[in-house]
């Protein structure tokens, strides 16, 4: 069992995105899949009164609690269900199952005797349809959320965070927060412990090993958590996403703010460890102009010189009192990505990285396909089947097939001769017998299906077909291929990337090269020759570029 | 750790014909860029990342070539300069492009000045650069300013210059930077990077896994961080994330990224502290290694006999570190299972971590777990296994220190391979990561089951063929088929041996187990940004493009699904619907 009333736990609400507890909890984030890419997330409940019903059935919630992530759940007959649990004075906790931890073997009991037979809880199974219940994660709350906006899909925001350099422990601006799929995504990536997990572990003692036992660092140096801050215009928007982002837990890791970035830049008045934030050390602006965000992402106050305001990008800027606050890290290089989908967005949001010298500036779009897998079947033995093929397979099936429609268009011309010449009462029986003979061989499965496949109608070949597909194996039959799924997303939006570097004065470089100072004799030389032994030496660095190219 | 260039770490420089050299920042030595010169590490050390600097010449009498920062204006200038004339040109473009009814070619202002040429009169002759290479060379040996007066001169006695259009300019400008600039540029060490640098160099080593593919991965393994604050006081495991890896370490870096465990020390240093660390290491003088950056906290230990084990047998060099036992993390961990006796992860060691003779102070060391298959799958057999007799204490003082120190250093093996065994088959790992070119089917047959319900499962590969077959293990078909006949997860123990290797044959693996199965790939272009000239880049590298197989566990219904077959079988496979 999940262990529960402990005083930490108490004191900090965990994440079910990333603390999902062994089996469903109350009031937590649920997702039934139904199907792929079908999921539907739900909070459960510890109410006899609350179900999701799914087009594959109901599902009260009842009957959800307490199994383990990834249970395959039969839908239940609410209707019938109630007016049992009403007379067993239902409505309360279900009853605890005597074989919870091992798993299923309780369903099989229960329902041995029919059909609908009765599940957990004494619930009433219905008789078909079923749920998995998973945990949620960022790819599956990505899939089922509620759009507001455009989305960003799990290709193109984990090859964002990825170029980004996100690791736990950093700090990201995300601006546009449009539906939350990226706030859920980076939210997971910076993630390094919740803020109020330190502050109430003091008194307790630490026991934790590595890197994990953040108390067991010098005083000063305290652990820096992972945070999220996203920036909203729409103002319904920023509402939901923040009960979203109450609601599942993340409230400490993200924090969403209503703003017109464009206008009034990425400063909070909010601090940790008495510093001002964000200090942000990665950017994403899914903004309509990023290029009006960028003036706001300086580490010191942007000159005229730098913002040419140009015929077509009119961009006044705005002398306030207000003392300069850079909402970057002063220390740590800062990474953006913009995300636009026209390539004039790019151009002018490239064109203002450059003048306020950002470097590194690449723009990639990326092309993401789905692969679908199937078996394709080919053959004339497919003829009324589902997916498959009923072409003949090769060229000796046709040659069989062609022979014998010869056969059978001649038989039709001699019965049609000799129907003209009177003989047709006698014949046509006689034909008719023959051929039922060979269906019932057909049927026997002695025939030889192929001799006779063409002296069936068609109506009869497809239902032989039919009924020998009952015997095959059609699921390993066929040659396995693949392609790219119907449904191409062939462009979603051009991803621009820029790095800043971190400020560096001729007062850092003078004090670091006291430090370091370059000797007159510094003889041993790095790299390729190198005296140094194995550590951290391999044939990478004993290779030198070439020069090569000549033109 | 990625602010500032630390000592003894590695980072990679980017020369300026593009390609990347991977340097261990060692001080007091020099790092030779070969045609593009030398430079003292130390003129590097402390300084931020992302910095381009430019190789000075020589002065006289000095062993080292002093470096230039190239500031991001001068980096950006030529860009800024051809958006400038383009926004200037535009106008008069249009104009004269109206007045002479678009036909191509050389376009002519008003005035006569000629605006934008075509390559109507280009003459294709080398001859038309005047210099000889002699003439370079001499250049060269000269040895003016940085590269940048040879690009001049050799622009200046192009006799052609101005015959080019700009984009043939633009061009010649580019390739007579790569040849003559002597700058670098010095960027952190990590597993974007590392990918990045092996595809130029050893890509099958890696797999040919590119940096698009690690972000989908950790994406779809749910790979993260974890911690607990309700855990804390019990060491109960989590975030656990089992990984097979043919990629050298590559992989393992990009997932211990992920969760935090890659780098020797989290970036929490402040301003001040920084200050404060810089002060002491100005005292320590230039040959140690500055010993706050390097060093993450030091983590204490649950177990006091582990303790007294390890101040018996370690030397005073190594005493302060013992005292964590390798391997030992409960959370947020990789285990790694390996096909050979030791474990392949020598990309590692770009990170500070060596897997033969682990850092102490590196995360990895407690978080990383490593097993052969031989000891997840038969462990009775693995003699690494078996445990070592035990020795009384009073014995053990009898003995030489020498053979007390091998008997403790066996013990310590033992424990911590049966502690990484028996915790490795208990299961209940939350995802699995899997880059290999073993056989997928029997990779999956012996992880799979030690997941738990949800967990996601993530299997690369550099080709589809693999993945293609092993979604077909998953087909909807074979589902339907599995369900119908009534299986469960496992074959009913009254079956014979001929049913049994029938339902082996037709379903390898139990096809329910996993639920949404689907095969991707993902694969990033870039473009040239200039204003007039946006396009996507003209060569990128070709190879193996890289599919990814995800899914997520569960655990099927037993028993009733048959009785239901028999009522609805297309519905329920509909219904059932994931297939």
């Known amino acids: 069992m999940y262990p529960r009333g402990h005083s930490l736990k108490d004191l900090v609400r965990t994440s079910p995105f990333l603390n999902p507890p062994p089996k469903a909890t109350p009031d937590s984030l649920a997702l039934l899949g139904l199907r792929r890419d079908h999921f539907i997330p739900i909070t459960l409940q510890d109410d006899g009164a609350a179900v999701t019903n799914t087009r594959f059935g109901s599902f009260p919630h009842q009957a959800l609690l307490d199994l383990p992530w990834g249970t395959q759940v039969r839908a239940i007959n609410v209707n019938a269900s109630r007016s049992k649990k009403s007379k067993k004075q239902g409505g309360g906790k279900k009853r605890k199952r005597a074989d919870d931890d091992d798993g299923d073997g309780n369903l099989r009991e229960d329902d041995a005797g029919g059909e609908d037979g009765e599940g957990e809880d004494g619930h009433e199974l219905a008789s078909s349809g079923f749920v998995h ?226 470097i ?51 038989g039709f011309y001699e019965r049609q001769k000799a ?121 990478e660095e004993a290779k030198l570029p070439e020069g090569g190219e000549d033109d | ?73 001068e980096l950006n200038a030529e860009a800024l300069a051809s958006e400038d004339a383009a926004a200037q040109g535009e106008e008069k473009t249009e104009s004269a492009a109206n007045a002479k009814g678009g036909v191509e070619f050389d376009i002519v202002g008003e005035n006569g000045e000629l605006l934008m040429r075509s390559n109507r009169l280009t003459i294709d002759d080398p001859l038309r650069q005047t210099l000889t290479q002699d003439e370079i060379e001499e250049l060269k040996r000269a040895g003016t300013g940085s590269g940048k007066d040879i690009i001049a001169k050799i622009m200046a006695s192009h006799q052609a210059l101005d015959e080019k259009t700009s984009f043939s300019l633009a061009k010649y400008t580019v390739r007579k930077s790569k040849k003559y600039l002597k700058r670098f540029t010095v960027l952190p060490m990590d597993p974007g990077m590392l990918a990045k640098v092996m595809m130029e160099r050893e890509a099958v080593r890696i797999m040919e896994l590119r940096e698009e593919m690690l972000g989908l991965i950790a994406s779809w393994a749910n790979v993260h961080h974890y911690s607990d604050p309700g855990e804390e006081m019990e060491t109960k495991r989590g975030g656990r994330w089992l990984i097979i890896d043919d990629t050298g370490g590559l992989l393992t870096a990009a997932m211990a990224e992920r969760m935090g465990i890659l780098y020797p020390q989290e970036e929490e240093v402040e301003e001040s502290d920084e200050e404060d660390l810089e002060e002491s290491n100005a005292t320590n003088g230039t040959n140690h290694q500055a010993p706050s950056p390097k060093d993450p906290p030091r983590p204490t230990t649950t177990d006091a006999s582990e303790k007294e084990l390890a101040t018996t047998t370690s030397n005073p060099k190594k005493a302060p570190y013992n005292h964590t036992p390798s391997q030992s993390s409960p959370t947020t961990t990789l285990t790694l299972l390996h096909p050979s006796a030791q474990p392949s992860l020598g990309l590692l060691r770009h990170f500070g971590f060596d897997t033969n003779e682990p850092s102490p102070t590196h995360p990895l060391h407690t978080h990383l777990k490593t097993l052969s298959w031989l000891s997840l799958l038969s462990p009775s057999t693995d003699p690494a296994y078996a445990e070592p007799p035990l020795v009384t204490a009073e014995k053990l003082a009898t003995w030489k220190s020498g053979k007390r120190g091998t008997y403790h250093r066996k013990r310590r093996r033992w424990e911590r391979v049966k502690r990484v065994v028996d915790e490795t088959r208990e299961g209940g790992f939350d995802g699995l990561v899997v880059a290999t070119a073993m056989e997928l089917k029997g990779v999956l047959e012996h992880t799979l089951p030690l997941l738990r319900g949800g967990a996601q499962v993530a299997v690369y ?64 272009r870039a473009w040239q940004v200039l204003p007039g000239r946006t396009h996507p880049f003209m060569t990128a590298r070709g190879g193996a493009e890289g599919f990814l197989f995800s899914g997520t566990k569960v655990q099927p219904v037993e028993g009733r699904v048959e009785a239901r077959g028999r009522f609805a079988k297309r519905r329920k496979v509909e219904g059932g619907g994931e297939g």
């Open chain 1, 133 to 358: 219940l998973l945990p949620p994660t960022p790819e599956t709350w990505t899939i089922s959320l509620p759009h507001r906006t455009q989305v960003v899909y799990t290709p193109d925001y984990s090859y964002v965070l990825q170029r980004l350099r996100v690791r736990p422990g950093d700090t990201i601006i995300e601006a546009g927060a449009g539906s939350g799929s990226f706030t859920h995504a980076s939210a997971r990536a910076v993630f390094s412990g919740y803020p109020s997990q330190q502050a109430s572990a003091k008194e307790l003692e630490n026991v934790e090993n590595g890197i994990a036992g953040g108390d067991a660092l010098p005083k000063k140096k305290k652990r820096k958590f992972g945070k999220v801050y996203s920036f909203e215009f729409h103002e319904p928007r920023v509402q939901v996403l923040r009960d979203e982002v109450k609601e599942h837990g993340l409230e400490e890791i993200v924090t969403v703010t209503h703003r017109d970035v464009y206008e009034d830049g990425f400063c909070i008045d909010e601090e940790v460890d008495g510093q001002p934030q964000p200090r942000a050390n990665a950017i994403f602006l899914d903004l309509p102009a990023p290029w009006l965000a960028l003036k706001h992402l300086t580490r010191s106050p942007p000159t005229s010189s730098q913002i040419r305001s140009s015929a077509n990008s009119p961009m006044p800027v705005t002398e306030s009192d207000k003392p300069f606050r850079t909402p970057l890290s002063p220390t740590k290089p800062v990474h953006i990505c913009t995300f636009s989908p026209c390539i004039e967005q790019v151009t002018r949001t490239v064109s203002m990285l450059r003048q306020l010298g950002w």
């Open chain 1, 360 to 410: 590194e500036i690449e723009m990639v779009e990326l092309l993401h396909k789905r692969i679908d897998v199937k078996r394709e079947r080919v053959g004339l033995q497919e003829e009324g089947l589902r997916g498959g093929n009923p072409m003949p397979k090769s060229v000796d099936e046709a040659l069989g097939r062609l022979r014998e429609q010869e056969l059978r268009t001649r």
């Open chain 1, 419 to 539: 129907k003209a010449e009177g003989k047709e009462d006698d014949d046509a029986d006689a034909g008719a017998e023959a051929m039922e003979k060979e269906l019932v061989k057909v049927e026997d499965g002695t025939g030889d299906a192929e001799g006779i496949e063409s002296l069936l109608s068609k109506q009869q070949r497809m239902e032989s077909n039919q009924s020998k597909a009952q015997e095959r194996k059609i699921w390993k039959e066929g040659k396995l291929v693949h392609r790219t799924e119907s449904e191409l997303k062939t462009h979603t939006s051009y991803l621009t990337f820029a790095t800043l570097p971190r400020e560096w004065t001729e007062e850092d470089e003078k004090r670091v090269a006291r430090k370091w100072p370059v000797k007159k004799q510094g003889g041993v030389e790095n790299g390729d020759g190198g005296k140094r032994g194995r550590k951290g030496r391999g044939k």
């Open chain 2, 1 to 73: 750790m990625h602010s500032r260039v630390l000592l003894n770490t590695h980072v990679v420089l980017r020369l300026p014909s593009g390609q990347f050299k991977i340097v261990e920042v060692i001080p007091n030595t020099a790092i030779p860029l070969g045609k593009y010169g030398s430079f003292s590490t130390n003129l590097i050390l402390g300084r931020p990342y992302h910095l381009t600097y430019e190789i000075l010449d020589k002065e006289d009498g000095q062993t080292h070539s002093k470096l230039r920062l190239v500031p991001a204006s």
């Open chain 2, 461 to 524: 590969s550099p080709h589809v063929e693999p993945l293609v077959q092993l979604m077909d293990l998953y087909s909807r078909e074979r589902r339907a088929a599995f369900m119908i006949g009534g299986h469960t997860s496992a074959p009913s123990p009254h079956a014979n041996e001929t049913e049994k290797r029938e339902l082996e044959e037709d379903f390898p693996l139990n096809p329910l187990a996993l639920l949404n199965t689907q095969l991707q790939t993902a694969r990033g």
